[in-house]
């Protein structure tokens, strides 16, 4: 197994599932189950944002390697069997196409890769995870009470959108699916604490605060998962910086 976390240990560990599926499985039934995908979720679009997502790990995956002495040889064929076993195109049929695209030389490859690029950040704790899980169920009963102004009920759901995206995209891109959703969330952020400093007189003042005040805690549980990222490699400049704009909008 790979020593690092980065962008190709997480493909390495796809395609270690890919291996040890019968040859006879439907591809569609193999990525959902290799995504996790259930109910609503155990569908061809779901499983095309997860292989669209995979494909994005490659291309940064080769750029990374792209900076190392390494030779071209030893990392652009087993990204392009990576990237022939995951094309969408290639979702109808049976795993054994799939298997055959993310073979052992291909499988190989990707694991030298992770072993040849550093850490991108350690290992996620899982209970940092299950807590994040529950605070998006808080905010979900927060958008199903019936007192809750329009505006609030869908500014909740704008943030609960971004940390289930995030959470469904970190098996496959790693915590910078949680900077890139911090980010996206942070200018939300400020004008709704601004909004509940600046003006009390208004009737939904109390239902301004209990989101802000439920937002604070969900999103100060990211950041401590984002500082994990941060403490292993400074030169993260998206964690890093999703980071710090996270614990400035959370001091006010």
Known sequence: MPRHVNSASRLFAISEKVAATRDDAKTLDMWIKIFGLVGEQASAIEVCRRLIWINEEIDLMLVQMGATHFSEHLYLKPAQGMRSAVAPTAMHGNAQAIKGSMSEPVRTGMEFCADALPDEEAPVDPES???????????????????????????????????????????????????????????????????????????????????????????????????????VQKGLGLGYAAYKVLEHVLSK
């Open 129 to 231: 995870i299950n807590e994040l899980k529950s605070l998006i169920t808080e905010l979900r009963d927060m958008v199903a009470e019936a007192g809750l102004p329009d505006y609030l009920r869908h500014l909740v759901q704008r943030h609960i959108d971004l940390l289930q995206l995030a959470l469904d995209a970190l098996p496959i891109k790693g915590l910078k699916a949680l900077t890139e959703a911090t980010l996206a969330a942070s200018g939300q952020l400020v004008y709704l604490t601004a909004d509940v400093r600046e003006d009390e007189s208004r009737g939904d003042v109390d239902a301004r605060k209990a989101v802000a005040g439920a937002l604070r805690r969900t999103w100060t549980t990211v950041g401590k998962t984002v500082d994990v990222a941060v403490k």
